[in-house]
């Protein structure tokens, strides 16, 4: 049963494109979170989601960041026009029905996005 | 919503002695508390958690206690070893899982 799979592992864009993170939850898992951790601090919450559903945004900016996760395919998490300060690691979470807040996250290996 | 605060940011010790994390949290519908282990460059990893029908919860070297009234709980590691080195983080949930802001574990020769 492979992990929680993330990609790009590194990503490299200038100010003003667009990111596009993605995240393949665990086998079996319905549930996705997104962090987003900045250099020597903790992991902050930004968005929660179930298939075709957005449980919990209340850690995303409210401009130019967006979440989904689609019926069909990995999730995704899309950052407009990046700026410096969106630089981070980006970590995706899984979990299993019934255990989105009571259980185990398990976490991929993050996307660590540079904008230069 | 939730908050989660960590204590301290930085913790020596020395090899085999023990180590203590503590955290708090502010809302009180919060039920469950877990700890992950990340080490330079890597996933985060859970290592123990707790529910809030429980006060302590020990795993070998590791335990963790919970005190529901005081809205804190810790995380302690006895006889540590050099790969317990990593940064730790406590999380709290209410329908969403929380994190502190992490304490950096060196272990000293």
């Known amino acids: 049963n492979a992990g929680v799979m993330q990609n790009p592992r590194h990503l490299v864009r200038r100010r003003g494109q667009e990111a596009r993170l993605r995240c393949s939850p665990m086998?079996?898992?319905?549930?996705v979170y997104w962090y987003r951790q900045l250099p020597e601090e903790g992991l902050k919450f930004m968005v929660y989601l179930q298939k075709e559903n957005i449980i919990d945004e209340s850690g995303m900016p409210k401009e130019r960041f967006s979440a989904e996760f689609p019926k069909e395919g990995p999730s995704i998490l899309r950052i407009q026009q990046v700026v410096r300060g969106d630089s981070a690691a980006y970590f995706c979470?899984?979990?299993?029905?019934?255990?989105?807040?009571?259980?185990?996250?398990?976490f991929g290996e993050g996307s660590r996005l540079t904008v230069l | 919503g939730e908050n989660v605060e960590q204590h301290p940011s930085t913790l020596s010790v020395q090899e085999g002695d023990s180590a203590v994390i503590k955290c708090t949290y502010s809302d009180s519908a919060s039920n469950y508390f877990p700890w992950y282990k990340q080490e330079l460059g890597k996933r985060p990893q859970l290592i123990i958690d707790?529910?809030?029908?429980?006060g302590e919860k020990k795993d070998q070297r590791i335990a963790v206690t919970l005190n529901k009234t005081a809205k804190h709980f810790s995380l302690h590691i006895t006889e540590t070893q050099p790969e317990d080195s990593a940064v730790y983080f406590c999380?709290?949930?209410?329908?969403?899982?929380?994190f502190g802001k992490g304490t950096r574990l060196h272990i000293l020769p």
């Open positions: 086998k079996g898992h319905s549930h």
């Open positions: 707790i529910r809030s029908n429980v």
């Open positions: 979470a899984s979990s299993p029905p019934g255990q989105w807040d009571t259980g185990e996250l398990f």
């Open positions: 999380a709290a949930s209410k329908g969403k899982i929380i």
